[in-house]
């Protein structure tokens, strides 16, 4: 009986090792980052396509992709490390080309990782026009 407890906390013990990999997704620490993208004269942008990525200095953590709602909101939980500290997320609005605006690229401001509940950031996107 001993034995059977013992093999069974084993599995669990390395699926979660300090380390945080792609195979470990309950190793990893997250930020849900949310807000609205929207077109130059401020209307919401729908089903637009926007890819976040958290990292810090060096270390990149995680990437998730997803599409802006009717209103042009989105919110998403971006894989970060489960270390306490700080970090940013990158995000990137991604359009069609010939719809006379240009991908975008902004950054979150600084974010607590490894922390529960997870820290929170709004990035409010406003695109520009693309040059002709």
């Keep these: 009986m001993r034995l059977r407890l013992m093999l069974v906390a084993l599995p669990a013990a390395v699926a979660c090792s300090p380390i945080p990999s792609y195979q470990c997704p309950s190793c990893l620490g997250s930020?849900?980052?949310?807000?609205?993208v929207s077109v130059p004269d401020?209307?919401?942008?729908?089903?637009?396509?926007?890819?976040?990525?958290?990292?810090?200095?060096?270390?990149?953590?995680?990437?998730?992709a997803?599409?802006?709602?009717?209103?042009?909101?989105?919110?998403?939980?971006?894989?970060?490390?489960?270390?306490?500290?700080?970090?940013r997320v990158e995000l990137r609005v991604l359009l069609p080309a010939g719809g006379g605006l240009r991908d975008t690229v902004v950054y979150s401001p600084i974010v607590r990782v490894g922390v529960t509940?997870?820290?929170?950031?709004?990035?409010?996107?406003?695109?520009?026009?693309?040059?002709?």
């Design 31 to 36: 930020v849900v980052v949310f807000g609205q």
């Design 117 to 132: 509940p997870p820290d929170t950031a709004r990035v409010d996107v406003r695109l520009t026009a693309a040059a002709p």
């Design 42 to 64: 401020g209307r919401p942008l729908p089903s637009a396509t926007v890819v976040l990525s958290a990292n810090r200095l060096d270390e990149a953590w995680g990437r998730v």
């Design 66 to 87: 997803t599409k802006t709602d009717a209103a042009g909101f989105y919110r998403v939980e971006v894989p970060t490390s489960p270390q306490p500290g700080y970090g």
